[in-house]
Every structure is written in C-alpha cells, then in structure tokens.
C-alpha cells in the first residue's frame, strides 16, 4: 500500500471515529438529530458519515431543521440560511426587529464591487436592550448563489 492510501486511510478512520463521537454526544437534541440526520442523508447522499454527522448535529443543536431550508451543506460546510437565522433571532427575547436592503450605489463602489451581478445587502438588527442598530454587510457573487 502507497504512503497516500495510508493517508487516505488514515483520514478516513479519523472522520468515522470523529462522527461516532458526535453520534455519542447528542444527548438531550437525539430525536431532533436523528429527525435531521435522516434529512441530509437523503438530501446530500454523497457527502460523508462524518460530514452527515456535522451537519445534523448543528441543525440540531440550534433547534433547526434542514426540511425547511434552514441549514444546508453548502461549500463543503454546514451553513445556516437566511430562514435559519430569522427563526433563531425571532426566539431571543431582546430581539426587536431588523431591516435588509440592497447596498446603494455608493455603499457598492466604497466596497469596490467590480460586477453589477453581485449582490450586495445591508442589515439593520436593533434590540430591545439597546439605543443603537446593529449593521452587517452581506456580499455573494453569481457564483455563490446558484445551486
């Protein structure tokens, strides 16, 4: 056997130990996990135990569900959506109310977005607790967006 089947082995073995470890440490979320385990195995078929692991556990550990969108396996990573993120911030109790709006032509050219095709957004997020907004930029090219 080569030095690189070795690695590939070896790398193999540490993602299904790595995923038992996760399977093992589910806990009090084991019937939302398993809800969303059997999700992503259908929805993701070629994506490893391991990464199956993953993604479950963190839809399942913020009380989301990959059914409705809200975490997905994008990039070779688990990403919580839009949808994802509405429904976590609408269960905190400060949360009071946020804005997104396309960046203006200004706000594009100080970002120095080349393309007209890519998307740029603005969020306000205010808070009960707080006299100021939150701001955050989003930014994703064709690219990013197609499935």
């Known amino acids: 056997m080569s030095l690189q089947q070795s690695e590939v082995r070896d790398v193999a073995q540490a993602r299904q130990q790595a995923a038992a470890a ?15 385990r059997a999700l992503v195995e259908a929805f993701w078929p070629e994506i490893s135990g391991f990464h199956v692991a993953w ?15 809200e975490v997905i396996w ?11 993120l509405t429904r976590l911030l609408n269960r905190h109790p400060q949360f009071d109310n946020f804005e997104l709006e396309p960046a203006s032509t200004d706000l594009r050219a100080a970002m120095r977005v080349a393309r007209e095709e890519e998307q740029v957004w603005v969020c306000r997020l205010w808070r009960k607790d707080r006299t100021r907004h939150a701001i955050g930029y989003g930014r994703a090219t064709p690219e990013d967006t197609s499935v």
Do not use: H, W
């Not at 399977?23 to 398993?34: F, H, I, S, W």
């Not at 994008?74 to 994802?84: A, H, S």
């Open 22 to 36: 996760i399977e093992k440490q589910v806990g009090a979320t084991r019937e939302l996990y398993d809800y969303n």
């Open 55 to 69: 993604l479950a556990r963190v839809a399942s550990d913020l009380g989301l569900d990959v059914l409705l969108g």
């Open 74 to 84: 994008y990039q070779g990573r688990p990403y919580v959506t839009i949808k994802g």
